[in-house]
Nanobody
Framework: QVQLVESGGGLLQPGGSLRLSCAAS????????MGWYRQVPGKQRELVAT???????NYVDSVKGRFTISRDNAKNAVYLQMNSLKPEDTAVYYC???????????????WGQGTQVTVSS
């Protein structure tokens, strides 16, 4: 199995910056992509940003120009630099990885436990 551990959430004022980190561990044969999703109560979990192992990125429109995703493939880690934060960015942020645990298995989706980000004045 693959375990994902996030860190870096917190409470901050609008306009502030925050960096989320996530490290994957366990029986990892291949990681296809890593990224971040977020969820607020009563709403579906939404994609924030993902990055493939080759470096292709995908962002939700509402964070383009403010958030930057990066990866350290050697460490099986993914980061999300969040700038110019807005109250509507308040959510639980989940780390995501699409990975395989051995040569014969297909790719599965794995999730971290989530970290709260609250933007409020």
């Amino acid at each position: 199995q693959v375990q994902l551990v996030e860190s870096g959430g917190g409470l901050l004022q609008p306009g502030g910056s925050l960096r989320l980190s996530c490290a994957a561990s366990g029986s990892i044969f291949r990681i296809v992509a890593m990224g971040w999703y977020r969820q607020v109560p009563g709403k579906q979990r939404e994609l924030v940003a993902t990055m493939s192992t080759e470096g292709r990125t995908n962002y939700v429109d509402s964070v383009k120009g403010r958030f930057t995703i990066s990866r350290d493939n050697a460490k099986n880690a993914v980061y999300l630099q969040m700038n110019s934060l807005k109250p509507e960015d308040t959510a639980v942020y989940y780390c995501y990885a699409r990975a395989a645990i051995n040569f014969w298995s297909g790719n599965d989706d794995y999730w971290g436990q989530g970290t709260q980000v609250t933007v409020s004045s």
